[in-house]
T-cell receptor, first 114, second 111 residues
Framework: KAGVTQTPRYLIKTRGQQVTLSCSPI?????VSWYQQTPGQGLQFLFE???????NKGNFPGRFSGRQFSNSRSEMNVSTLELGDSALYLC?????????????FGPGTRLTVL | DAKTTQPNSMESNEEEPVHLPCNHS???????IHWYRQLPSQGPEYVIH???SNVNNRMASLAIAEDRKSSTLILHRATLRDAAVYYC????????????FGTGTRLQVTL
């Protein structure tokens, strides 16, 4: 079974631009979560989607948004990029939207904002 | 979110067992205890999880204290490939299933 895939793997943008990252979950998984990882803040939860609905949201500004499609694929968008948005963005999928399930992480998209 | 406390780092010799502790004194009765690890340059990887009873899988064992205020991840025979940051995470049962990562324990394995 194929794992979680994320595209692109690397991205360089400049301040003020916007970016869209894509995540394809494991086949059959309906829950997709997004995390940001930086050296200073560690791994932080962004948001989670299940059946095309946002179920949970972390403490990030409105510039960070996401969506999930009917095939469970998910995208996250960051508008008006800031230098501090440089990070590894990780996507995770799970079969169900419950605490008694493991999450499977993708390799991440490394975003650099210049 | 209930908080977990882990040592910043631990060392182990290859082929020896490793016990990684985690304190979670404010755990609620319905919180699941999850362990993930992150190898260098990779996304986190699920290791094991449990609620009240000890759990075993092909990767590790999870020993949960009777009062659930602490738990221990046990790697039975550490290998160099087990060198990673290990995260102990509490997940609320019900609707809030997000993972709240702390700083974790960096495990170093030496020959």
């Amino acid at each position: 079974k194929a794992g979680v895939t994320q595209t692109p793997r690397y991205l360089i943008k400049t301040r003020g631009q916007q970016v869209t990252l894509s995540c394809s979950p494991i086949s059959g998984h309906r829950s997709v979560s997004w995390y940001q990882q930086t050296p200073g803040q560690g791994l932080q939860f962004l948001f989670e989607y299940f059946s095309e609905t946002q179920r949970n949201k972390g403490n990030f500004p409105g510039r960070f948004s996401g969506r999930q499609f009917s095939n469970s694929r998910s995208e996250m968008n960051v508008s008006t990029l800031e230098l501090g948005d440089s990070a590894l963005y990780l996507c995770a999928s799970s079969l169900l939207w419950t605490a008694n399930n493991e999450q499977f992480f993708g390799p991440g998209t490394r975003l650099t904002v210049l | 979110d209930a908080k977990t406390t882990q040592p910043n780092s631990m060392e182990s010799n290859e082929e020896e067992p490793v016990h990684l502790p985690c304190n979670h004194s404010t755990i609620s009765g319905t919180d699941y205890i999850h362990w993930y690890r992150q190898l260098p340059s990779q996304g986190p990887e699920y290791v094991i999880h449990g609620l009240t009873s000890n759990v075993n899988n092909r990767m590790a064992s999870l020993a949960i204290a009777e009062d659930r205020k602490s738990s221990t991840l046990i790697l039975h025979r550490a290998t160099l490939r087990d060198a990673a940051v290990y995260y102990c995470i509490l997940r609320e049962s019900g609707t809030a299933s997000k993972l709240t990562f702390g700083t974790g324990t960096r495990l170093q394995v030496t020959l």
